[in-house]
């Protein structure tokens, strides 16, 4: 429960966790409670989950209950869902005909309107037609009509198979059996990894899971990548079912938060859609998570309280002892290591909808060819086919901006930020130099501040200028460019889209955004400008990321009647592993990589922890992560040894926003283990004096080094 409790001058909201009859603290010392908020205990399942977190991810219990919470609870208001009135005829009141009110005439129309909704109307919508509170209270006066409060989110109807709305596709025979194995495991634990190529049916097999188990009365949670839960995807779920499906994002008020938070912990709401916090959401008869794009990125959280919504997702699923899926295009080596141990059931849908195989990957290379904004003559005259056969292209490349870099070409000076190791991004709209680490901007030099010549020129494309190539190149189809920039008005993205769907000849140029989720029928070539930023990284996941991106966006192409091509440039044509991937897809690249991954002792055949360390001096860091290195390798010396500290060594990035980054990494291929000594660390380094003047983490199992 939520109490009040005085904490320094201030009084703030606290949470108990546990009842205990003495205390170390003597009695004089402790203070007593100020007021109890809750009258009934805050959801044990919530409380579960974040002790789970807390104790898994080395991070404060406080802190995790906190975060995992809506705002408005945070800050102490009641657990009541907001109510409105709605209003509608009193026995009399429909007895009455409206004449009988004599001069009272807006009064007269309100009876009116109100006999035309029988099931009432809420205030808003009265006041929203003319008609004032005067007006209603004056009929209420006299017994006419009457309110009721209602919470925002109605209860759930009792038959809900009478309201279908929409009728469920009849499934081919992979979904067919897909399906039928769910429902084997309606009733306990049951992991299932879907792996299906985009527009195989994936969402058709969960909307038919999940009426399986509202129909047992009980709940579905799904997740959905940051920037999947679209409009459109929401609308499908709400238009094959009757009943409540709550939906939270960030776009959505506190108030809001609290009403869905509270309609999930009630049961009120059979579906819950969200995105990563949402498995946070309490379920009053949880039945099934499924956790959507469950290699996607946003899964993960990257400060703070750094969990992973779909470990989590297994994690609470078995708790409740219910079942969960995970469905993706392209698994994550994780998922798929799961499955290939037998842990998962790996069901798989091969076949799209259109019946059109996914398009193959056409490597073209990029060596000793004259570019144009990034692209190359095979390129351009695929566009160029594509637009005079009347169908849409989409050109993708992974840098907002004009062009990643400004250098000198009389002395090759680079424009830098000052804050980070990171070069500054041109961008022409408007004209400015910015960095794209700390989003500190400049404004664009005259001259090269290191010899004073005036030929500054941008290295390389990004998408601003790829579309001003484009649109010299392609003047009479229009060109829409969707990256976070174009994107900032609200809703235009959701117009460019609208606008890109009506089916007209065009070009389309952006970022990951457009990759993820949106369905673009007409599309039928992709062009991806350069395919070479995962192939040499030093992160050992940049492959499986970058590749598993290519995949998605190569899933764009033909999704209707017209099948698709993809072209992807790159420099690097004769490179293994992108050959295996253009020519035997995914699978087996992702096999592979699981080889490598194995040989090299890297997850997911060891569990990591990274341990980090920051400050504005490179000294400090470095000297207290040296400390607690040595410290933690005595510390293992003394026990079984199944642990290895590697480092501490400065961060991919050295300096950011002008603090250094160093880091350590815990490595153990028993996780047991690896938690005793990463729990060590913590404890170590809490304890630690000097650990103050640095901010120090704990990141367990991270997705980026
Ligand atoms: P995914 O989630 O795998 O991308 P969807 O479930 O969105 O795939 O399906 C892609 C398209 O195919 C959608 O337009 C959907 O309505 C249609 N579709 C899916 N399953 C069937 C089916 N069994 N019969 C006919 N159309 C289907
Ligand atoms: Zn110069
Ligand atoms: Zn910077």
Redesign the pocket.
């Known amino acids: 429960m939520r109490v009040r409790v005085p904490f320094g001058r201030r009084e703030v909201v606290g949470i108990i966790v546990e009842c205990r009859t003495h205390s170390e603290i003597s009695l004089a010392d402790l203070k007593p409670i100020s007021a109890c908020i809750d009258n009934s205990p805050l959801p044990d399942d919530w409380l579960w989950l974040c002790r789970f977190t807390a104790r898994y991810y080395q991070h404060a219990l406080g802190d995790t209950l906190h975060q995992s919470l809506p705002v408005l609870l945070r800050q102490g208001r009641p657990l009541e869902a907001r109510t409105r009135e709605r209003w509608r005829l009193t026995e009399r009141g429909q007895a009455i005909p409206g004449e009988q009110l004599g001069r009272a005439r807006r009064q007269a129309e309100l009876l009116e309107q109100l006999r035309l909704h029988p099931r009432g109307l809420a205030t808003g919508a009265i006041t929203s037609q003319g008609f004032s509170r005067v007006q209603l209270e004056g009929l209420a006066e006299k017994g006419l009509i009457e309110a009721e409060q209602e919470t925002l989110i109605e209860s759930p109807v009792a038959d809900y198979r009478s309201l279908l709305a929409e009728p469920a ?4 025979r992979e ?1 067919a059996t897909a399906l039928a194995t769910l429902h084997e495991g309606l009733d306990r634990y049951h992991p299932c990894l879907l792996q ?1 190529v ?7 097999v969960y909307l038919q899971l999940i009426e399986a188990v509202i129909s047992r009365g009980r709940q579905a949670l799904v997740l959905v990548p940051e920037i999947g839960l679209t409009p459109q995807t929401l609308m499908r779920f709400r238009k094959r079912f009757r009943v409540p499906v709550v939906a939270l994002h960030s776009g959505i008020s506190d108030g809001e938060r609290l009403d869905a938070w509270l309609a999930a912990a009630s049961s009120r709401a059979p579906i819950v859609i969200g995105t990563r916090s949402a498995i946070f959401t309490p379920l009053a008869k949880p039945g099934v998570i499924i956790v959507d794009e469950e290699h996607d990125g946003s899964y993960k959280q990257q400060d703070g309280l750094r969990y992973h919504a779909r470990d989590l997702a297994i994690i609470r699923a078995r708790h409740h002892d219910i079942p969960v899926l995970l469905g993706s295009a392209t698994p994550s080596l994780e998922s798929l290591a799961q499955a290939q141990a037998g842990r998962y059931r790996h069901l798989h ?1 091969t076949r799209r ?1 259109s019946h059109h195989p996914p398009a193959r990957l056409e490597l073209i290379d990029l060596r000793g060819r004259p570019r144009q904004g990034g692209l190359i003559a095979p390129a351009i005259d695929a566009i160029r086919q594509t637009l005079t056969a009347g169908h849409q292209v989409l050109v993708f490349i992974n840098r907002r901006g004009f062009a990643p870099a400004l250098a000198c070409h009389e002395c090759g000076w680079l424009a830098e930020c000052d804050h980070c190791d990171a070069r500054l991004t041109l961008h022409r709209q408007p004209p400015q130099l910015t960095c794209h680490h700390c989003e500190r901007q400049r404004p664009l030099p005259d001259a090269c501040p290191e010899c004073g010549s005036a030929d500054l020129r941008p290295l390389g494309a990004g998408t601003e200028r790829a579309e001003e190539t484009l649109a010299a190149l392609f003047p009479d189809t229009p060109v829409h460019r969707i990256d976070r920039d174009s994107t900032r008005r609200k809703d235009a993205f959701e117009n460019t889209l609208a606008e890109v769907r009506r089916g007209e000849p065009c070009l389309l140029v952006g970022t990951q955004m457009l990759a993820k989720g949106h369905h673009l029928p007409h599309v039928t070539l992709v062009v991806v400008i350069n395919a070479d930023a995962g192939l040499y990284a030093s992160d050992f996941r940049a492959l499986e990321h970058s590749s598993q991106l290519l995949i998605q966006v190569a899933g764009r192409a033909g999704r209707a009647e017209h099948p698709g091509r993809v072209l992807v440039q790159t420099l690097h044509s004769d490179d293994p592993h992108l050959r295996l991937l253009a020519e035997h897809g995914y699978d087996a690249l992702a096999r592979q990589l699981l080889e490598e991954r194995r040989a090299a002792g890297l997850p997911p055949f060891r569990f990591l922890a990274l341990a980090r360390f920051e400050s504005p001096r490179e000294i400090d860091a470095m000297t207290l992560a040296d400390a607690a290195a040595s410290a933690l390798r005595d510390q293992l010396a003394s026990s079984s040894g199944q642990v290895q500290c590697l480092g501490p060594v400065p961060a991919p990035m050295e300096r950011r926003q002008n603090r250094y980054h160093v880091q350590l990494m815990l490595s153990s291929a028993l996780r047991s283990k690896l938690h005793e000594a990463s729990a060590w660390l913590a404890a170590w380094l809490e304890s630690n004096r000097e650990a103050r003047r640095v901010r120090w983490s704990l990141d367990i199992d991270p997705q980026t080094l």
Do not use: M, V
Request: net charge neutral; aromatic share 0%; hydrophobic share 25%.
């Open positions: 596709l009849s499934l081919n979904q299906g985009t527009g195989s049916g994936k969402t058709e849908l909808a």
